[in-house]
């Protein structure tokens, strides 16, 4: 009898699409999902999030998939437990499923990231997103650029900045990000003028050239980085990357599993 798998998915913070689509991705492959609420967990008793890693692996999972509030969250487990654990969030620092399946999304656009002209545009300073996707679409050959409101820029990351008024004349790619409130010390943004300011208004989105795209990580605040009226609009592919968001997990799962080798005993059972 090959050997049942579990997924233990640790949601510290809150999340819909990369918990569910992570929760599908381990379901289609065949894997055990453990069911935890970090709100009637023992992590309200105090317990760490070491400690609540180090019982799941008491326990029997075979891989866990975290998100957590803090950016570095990661260190203190890699060295200590004997299984994949995949980043699904880790505070403002990064969030590397979230980028590949926006690059998976591009991909299928353009076949190319070479010369892509690529702006992402919001509340830079403190995106996760923005974080893992500027460096892996610099890496691949894209032309990155960011907008952001005046106290959204991140200076520690060197990449010129645009106007939106210039990004949309120039983007074949503009990812929106919503102005993370969580992680602001304090309210930094006036909200009603933002979209007038600084989202993506109809008349802008009139200036994108005909073949540019709209990405959003989702969640979506309607009326403040975005119209409302084009979140489902012919250029948007943000549903398109909720869809891809599942595949590319299931991809990642698969291939960490198969550097664990544990991904036979998925094979068998499902001969
Ligand atoms: N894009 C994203 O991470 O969404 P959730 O917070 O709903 O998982």
Redesign the pocket.
Known sequence: MPRQLFAANLFFE??????MSFVVAERKLGIETLDFQMESSSVVKGESLYDTAKTCEAIGASMMVIRHQDDDWYKELTNNLSMPIINA?AGKGE?PT?SMLDLLTIYQEYGTFSGLKVVIAGDISHSR?AHSNAYALQTLGAEVYFAAAPGFEDMSMDFPYLSIDEAVEVCDVLMLLRIQHERHSRKSCDTFSYLEKYGLTREREQKMKAHAIILH???VNRGVEIDSCLVECPRSRIFKQMENGVYIRMAIIQTLLQEWGMYHEIALEKC
């Open positions: 809150p999340s819909t699409r990369t918990k969030g969030h979230q997103v990580p989702a969640p």
